[in-house]
C-alpha cells in the first residue's frame, strides 16, 4: 500500500519532469551539406548545445555550452572526461546567427537552418558567401 501511495505521489512529478525535459530545447538548427555530412545542432535553455553530425566528413556527437554575442553564436565542447563519442570537436566553433532562420559556420560558411523539434530534420545546406554576411564586430 505505501509503495502504490508513493507511486501516486511521484508519478505526476515524473511526468512533468519529463515534458519540462522536451521543452527545453530553444533552438534546432539542422543541415546536410553536399559533402554528404548532416549536422544538427540543439541548443537548450540552460546554455547547453548538442552538435551531432553524421556523413563522410562528420566529427560525431560533442556536448558543450554556448554563449551569443550580437549576432554570433560560440560553442565551446565539454571536456573529453564528459564527452559520449571519441570523436568530438575539441575546439570553440563560431557561428552567425542569421535573424532567427539560419545558422552560418563561419569556418566553412554553411547554413542550417532553424526547425521546431519533431520536425523532419532535412534541408540541404547552402554555402554563405563570406562578404555577404553582416557579422557584427565582437
Given at each position: 500500500m505505501r509503495i502504490l501511495a508513493l507511486l501516486l505521489i511521484l508519478?505526476?512529478?515524473f511526468i512533468r519532469a519529463q515534458e519540462a525535459s522536451k521543452d527545453s530545447i530553444l533552438y534546432l538548427f539542422y543541415?546536410?551539406?553536399?559533402?554528404?555530412?548532416?549536422?544538427?545542432?540543439?541548443?537548450?535553455?540552460?546554455?547547453t548545445?548538442?552538435?551531432?553530425?553524421t556523413g563522410h566528413l562528420a566529427v560525431g556527437y560533442t556536448k558543450g555550452s554556448f554563449l551569443v554575442n550580437k549576432d554570433t553564436v560560440f560553442i565551446t565542447p565539454l571536456p573529453q572526461d564528459q564527452q559520449t563519442d571519441k570523436y568530438y570537436y575539441r575546439f570553440t566553433r563560431k557561428?552567425?546567427?542569421?535573424?532567427d532562420s539560419s545558422l552560418v559556420d563561419l569556418e566553412i560558411y554553411y547554413d542550417y537552418r532553424r526547425a521546431k523539434?519533431?520536425?523532419?530534420?532535412?534541408?540541404?545546406?547552402?554555402k554563405r558567401n563570406k562578404e555577404s554576411l553582416k557579422v557584427e564586430d565582437e
Open positions: 508519478t505526476p512529478q543541415g546536410c551539406r553536399n559533402d554528404g555530412t548532416c549536422c544538427r545542432y540543439e541548443f537548450y535553455n540552460n546554455g548545445v548538442i552538435c551531432d553530425e557561428f552567425f546567427l542569421d535573424g523539434p519533431g520536425e523532419n530534420d532535412f534541408y540541404v545546406s547552402k
